[in-house]
């Protein structure tokens, strides 16, 4: 018999919890192979070939499975080009036009050859494709001279700068690839002479001077530019993205390069460096060229420190002539006195005594 409640009371209703053991998962079902009856089983997932295998005795226990793993996969063994393209794709590469997602239709036989030719020529663009030409010609030069990778995207940077601007349609693309293989090495801290530049792309010692300098004034105005708009926007300027330019070469840049060339310590280049800083301020070779004066500089200091080099060595690094090297020497020899630092030669280091006389 139901109790009987006063008006405005409450009843007492116990809450009870459903049972949720029906719907747990039952973690005692385990599939293991017929056959085998192996505890634990030994199943492996066959993805190559989308089975579920007994690895002791090889039944099929399932097929067509589906692979939940990464599709970050290559086809290098089916590429008839033997390259190794991803199929998520590469990142897009700054030095290239357009957004370059683009979807490529291998060569093969019969229908596939007549898709590839058609998309190649849906998909011709020739500003990318003498792009890639202008790239491959600047990264063999820059192997030829055994110049690192910074300045080679440098130089690639500077002539898509270059190429994109519009205003040097005309100019000899060598030509152009010469200046701003040029200023890269400038701007990277490892200068290269007019004459190098000449042996090595064969574009004239005059066409690269004059090149040098309209592209300076280009680079020079296209940083101004950019600076004031970012100015302007209230950006920060990246001190890194910012246009210096450059300044002539110093003999004691060059030093370095050919200290290492002749295979002498670095003792000597660091000592070959500050005499043609002295040298500079003296003012002993003043109208010289760079060359004869950093050649002046080794001939002066590999001598000075007990491990002498011919002229005609150093001329053959230094692409002057072994009597330039030798009227240069004659005028930094007058001044010896003025030049040594006596830490270059104490303890027996040096000695100026083995300096040769004129």
Request: charge should be neutral.
């Amino acid at each position: 018999m139901d109790a009987t409640l006063s008006p405005g009371a409450v009843p007492d209703v116990t809450v009870t919890k459903p049972d949720d053991t029906a719907w747990r998962d039952n973690l005692n079902l385990a599939l293991i192979c017929p056959d085998c009856k192996e505890v634990p089983a030994n199943i492996i997932e066959e993805y190559s070939m989308g089975d579920t295998v007994c690895a002791s005795c090889g039944l099929v226990l399932g097929e067509r499975i589906i692979d939940t793993r990464s599709e970050w996969r290559t086809f290098s063994n089916d590429d008839q080009g033997n390259e190794d393209p991803s199929r998520v794709g590469a990142g897009d590469n700054p030095l290239l036009n357009g957004s370059q997602l683009q979807t490529t239709i291998a060569f093969g036989d019969g229908r596939s050859r007549d898709l590839h030719r058609a998309q190649n020529k849906s998909t011709h663009d020739k500003s990318t494709k003498s792009l890639l030409a202008a790239y491959k010609e600047i990264g063999s030069l820059a192997e030829a001279s055994a110049l690192s990778k910074t300045v080679t995207d440098t130089t690639k940077h500077l002539f898509k700068l270059v190429n994109d601007s519009g205003n040097f349609r005309g100019k000899s693309q060598e030509a152009l690839i010469a200046g701003c293989l040029f200023i890269a090495c400038r701007q990277c801290k490892v200068p290269r002479t007019f004459k190098e530049i000449w042996a090595l792309t064969k574009v004239s010692k005059k066409e690269i001077g004059r090149i040098f300098k309209t592209l300076e004034k280009f680079f020079s105005k296209e940083n101004k530019v950019k600076m004031e708009a970012l100015q302007q926007s209230g950006g920060v300027a990246n001190p890194n993205d910012d246009y210096n330019t450059t300044t002539s070469t110093k003999a004691g840049e060059l030093c370095v390069r050919y200290c290492s060339q002749l295979s002498l310590p670095y003792t000597f280049s660091h000592v070959a460096q500050q005499l043609a800083e002295k040298m500079g301020n003296i003012g002993s070779l003043a109208g010289r060229s760079p060359l004869s004066a950093a050649a002046a500089c080794i001939y002066f200091v590999s001598h000075l420190l007990r491990q002498p080099k011919t002229a005609k060595e150093i001329a053959i690094v230094a692409g002057v002539s072994d009597g330039t090297i030798r009227t240069s020497y004659k005028m930094l020899e007058a001044e010896k006195e003025r030049l040594v630092d006596p830490e270059w030669i104490r303890d027996g280091r040096g000695d100026i005594k083995l300096l040769p006389k004129v």
